[in-house]
């Protein structure tokens, strides 16, 4: 590997946040006319590494070199200086300046000491027309859709930096043709030789623009390779990992015959949000469903609850037609989620664990019929008990309880209102071992007294482990159902991986 | 029982010392402060002044409590002070029967609270903004229903909320109390104080819960606004008039000021409205105290800021050190949170 093409080298990087490490001896590097993939799951290490590269962070050890020199990056100008810009996805632009203003803020040409606007606009449209765009710069930003404003970012971005450009799932929120656009922009540059990072959690994307692919897991590198020699199997299982655990092994489940469904949905979706989807959960049967992040699990989960309204389909329950318009209705026909962002949408942090454990239970009641201090303690009580739920006593805050056991706390929640369907996002995420094996013991003992759960996980061992069916989503479809035999990690890799357009 | 007594009762220990050190110094500076005597069948002495005095304020500090814990705010009460003022001013004069006229007045706080809540839990405007709407329009509302004078009245009914007395005690202090109790049951008996507190501390977590946080939202402003009204007749009645510039002026700060000197937070969750009401009768003390210790009242609004400093560095756990006069109560806190 020749050395000098290299524009921008990481080696070794390790950094901690109070303890936690992010990054452990990542490699990583850029070189001259190439687009480089940098893939990973939810707390990999990508946004880190990238703010390492940028001097948001200092790496704790390992070096960065610029064009061979070992440098420390101090700040994002210097960044900047050294050729390194870089384009989130939330567009880090003035939407209530013009177009040129934009491009040319903190440095406007300037004449006798009053900025030239003349110039600027000229300047601006020279600039843009370099990408093929060619649009009024003295209008605001704001007016453009955000692909444009991406390019005018990049623009910027570029005419600033010249010679690595990092962009941070530019795709996000852009539709087929306009990612189209966004491609030939970046191939453009790479031809002129500017290496590009591409962040992103699409994989078809990458297998269409990138050249080279970089994976990291868990602070880790898992390993760098030429986007043309490495199968999208091999790359979600390098994204997914492989964690043998002994208590994640899969129960040999008696083969399920038919059951009538308990709650049933049909076409149910929602535009930019999720595909429709049918879906059919029985009393005891455990819906595991797998999918890369954004693939749009945390999606079908807010529409099955009622915290995103259906915009087509219909749903039943026992046989008779529901209407779900909020979490209320849902919590009404016995529903339960446990969402993916516990700090969020899980914990009310002030609050007492008794307080937290009563609260869907006494929301369910009415604000009448106020549960006493007692009625709540015992409730909390038993709840500790059975879920082991660590706490020094249950009028401790709950924002002090580690994570594992606030989500025992949420699980308490849901289990306390006597749930006959329940949800679970992401229930092991940020939790330690320990409480990681309780959690899937737990799902398992609630499927056997006839509960029906749909688990969202990215796990995909814990995911065999508790699901009597697999759901695999792809690119904001649910696309296939995997059941007996067809459950193992491998072949929820092959689904994730399989071609876009493949048999449902 | 005797447990959350005490528990209360240590939570309360740098307010209560602040009350009692500003009556200290009132004393002081006026040796009859604690006189009380009975004339007519009615208590008279400062210390029955400053409960009433400091009812419209506490009256206010109640709603404004509820708003607070909702993590929201209620610039808006002064104002609808002001309209409740005017409209039972001017309805008096113009004839109509005293139960019409306060069941008007207290409707027009009801519907400023309506719009208030509709703004802030429907529209996800930020309170603070939907608020200074009605803190706006409102007084200038007033002003037209007074038609910009001073409306004066002279029925007895009415005037008997401002000056009246019931058992020896003056009628806003009445009130203020009946209405403190009515709302410590209504929040305390039923599970509503709970709920209030869900949202107020995380309005997402609340409705994924199953809470219907719009609605909480709603009753808490529409309870604010019912509250101002109240106060906008106590304040009106207590000057036989209407004065649309003037009434409940900067007392919506007063009224935020008392909360946050009664501990509860503005970013929402706990409350505790006897402790608001607190909050009120410490900055009333302190109105008094200035007033009859002779310093010019410019001084006033000075001292005050002062007073307020003292008070809060003295909630502050992070001042635990400094505060010497108040250590014990944080210090007891921080004991309690490490066993």
Redesign the interface.
């Known amino acids: 590997m020749n050395t000098t093409d290299e524009l921008v080298s990481a080696r070794d990087i390790r950094k901690a946040f109070l303890g936690y490490k992010v990054l452990d001896g990542v490699d990583f590097s850029v070189r001259s006319g190439e687009i480089h993939a940098l893939l990973g799951e939810n707390g990999a290490g990508k946004s880190t590494l990238i703010k390492i590269l940028t001097g948001v962070h200092r790496p704790d050890s390992g070096t960065v070199r610029v064009g061979g020199e070992a440098v420390v990056v101090r700040d994002t100008l210097h960044a900047q200086q050294l050729g390194i810009g870089t384009v989130y996805q939330e567009v880090n632009l003035l939407p209530n300046l013009t177009v040129a203003e934009n491009l040319f803020i903190g440095r406007q040409p300037r004449r006798f000491g009053l900025v030239d606007r003349k110039t600027m606009s000229e300047r601006a449209k020279v600039l843009l027309a370099q990408y093929d765009i060619h649009i009024d710069v003295s209008a605001d930003l704001a007016r453009y859709s955000v692909a444009i404003q991406q390019l005018v970012a990049i623009a910027r971005a570029v005419d600033l930096s010249g010679s690595v450009l990092i962009l941070d799932e530019p795709t996000a929120s852009l539709d087929r043709h306009e990612v189209e656009l966004l491609f030939s922009v970046m191939r453009k540059l790479r031809d002129r030789g500017l290496g590009i990072v591409f962040i992103t959690h699409f994989l078809d994307q990458v297998y269409e623009v990138s050249d080279r692919i970089t994976v990291l897991r868990n602070g880790r590198l898992m390993g760098i390779s030429p986007t043309a020699a490495l199968s999208k199997v091999d790359l979600v299982s390098m994204m997914l990992g492989r964690t043998l655990a002994a208590s994640t092994e899969r129960e040999k489940q008696p083969e399920t015959e038919r059951r009538e469904p308990l709650v049933s949905f049909s076409n149910y979706g929602r535009s930019r949000s999720i595909s429709p989807f049918d879906l059919d959960i029985a009393a005891g049967e455990v819906v595991g469903v797998a999918g890369l992040l954004g693939s749009g699990r945390t999606e079908t989960a807010r529409l099955l ?1 009622g ?1 995103d309204l259906p915009e087509k389909g219909s749903a039943t329950m026992d046989g008779k037609t529901i209407r779900i318009a909020s ?2 209705d849902a ?1 009404r026909l016995g529903f339960g ?1 446990c ?1 993916e962002d516990r700090k ?8 007492s664990v008794r ?1 937290n454990i009563a ?2 239970l ?10 006493s201090s007692r009625e709540q303690a015992e409730l909390a009580d038993r709840f500790v008990k059975a879920l082991d739920i660590r706490t ?1 006593d249950i009028e401790k805050p709950v924002k002090l309880l580690s994570g594992g056991n606030q989500q025992k706390v949420i699980l308490a ?1 849901w289990l306390a209102t006597g749930p006959r369907f329940l949800i679970l996002d992401e229930p092991t995420r940020g939790i330690d071992v320990g409480a990681h094996a309780e959690i899937i013991e737990l799902i398992k003992r609630l499927c056997h007294e006839g509960m029906a759960l749909l688990v969202i996980s990215s796990e995909l061992e814990e995911i065999v482990a508790y699901s009597t069916r697999v759901r695999v989503l792809r690119d904001r479809v649910h696309c296939q159902d995997l059941t007996g035999d067809e459950i193992s990690a491998d072949g929820i890799m092959r689904a994730i991986a399989a071609q876009t357009g493949a048999t449902a | 029982m005797n447990n959350s007594l005490a528990s209360g009762l240590r939570r309360a220990t740098p307010q209560l010392i602040s009350l009692a050190v500003i009556l200290f110094l009132n004393w002081l500076a006026f040796p009859g402060f604690f006189d009380l005597r009975i004339q007519d069948g009615r208590l008279f002495g400062s210390l029955i002044d400053v409960l009433n005095r400091g009812a419209p304020v506490m009256i206010l500090a109640i709603g404004m409590t509820a708003v607070i814990a909702s993590k929201g705010v209620d610039l808006s009460v002064g104002a609808v002070m002001a309209m409740a003022g005017a409209v039972a001013a001017t309805m008096t004069v113009e004839g109509y029967p005293l139960m019409a006229v306060i069941l008007t007045a207290l409707a027009v706080g009801i519907a400023c609270g309506l719009l208030n809540g509709f703004l802030v839990a429907v529209l996800d405007l930020q309170p603070i903004v939907a608020t200074l709407i009605l803190m706006v329009a409102g007084r200038g509302i007033a002003q037209l229903i007074t038609e910009g004078v001073i409306v004066t009245f002279n029925d007895p009914g009415l005037i008997f909320f401002g000056t009246g007395s019931f058992l020896g005690l003056p009628m806003p202090i009445i009130i203020a109390a009946l209405l403190a109790i009515a709302v410590i049951l209504l929040m305390r008996r039923t599970a509503l104080g709970l709920l209030i507190e869900a949202v107020g501390v995380n309005r997402s977590a609340s409705s994924y819960a199953g809470i219907n946080s719009k609605l909480l939202l709603i009753f808490v402003y529409t309870l604010s606004g019912f509250c101002a009204a109240l106060a906008g007749i106590i304040a009106a009645a207590d000057i036989r008039g209407a004065d649309a510039n003037n009434a409940g002026l900067w007392l919506e700060l007063d009224a935020i000021l008392a909360v946050v000197i009664g501990g509860t937070s503005l970013l929402g969750g706990r409350f505790s409205i006897l402790m608001s009401v607190l909050g009120a009768i410490i900055i009333q003390a302190m109105n008094t105290g200035i007033l009859i210790s002779g310093f010019p009242p410019e001084y006033n609004l000075i001292v005050k800021a002062a007073v307020i400093i003292m008070i809060l560095l003295a909630q502050s756990a992070s001042f635990a050190g400094i505060g010497g006069l108040f250590v014990r109560a944080p210090s007891a806190a921080k004991k309690a949170d490490a066993s």
Request: aromatic share 6%.
């Open positions: 609850f915290v979490p209320r919590i989620l969402p969020i949408d899980g914990i009310i942090g002030d609050l307080e609260l869907a006494q929301a369910r009641r009415g604000w009448l019929r106020r549960m020094t929640r």
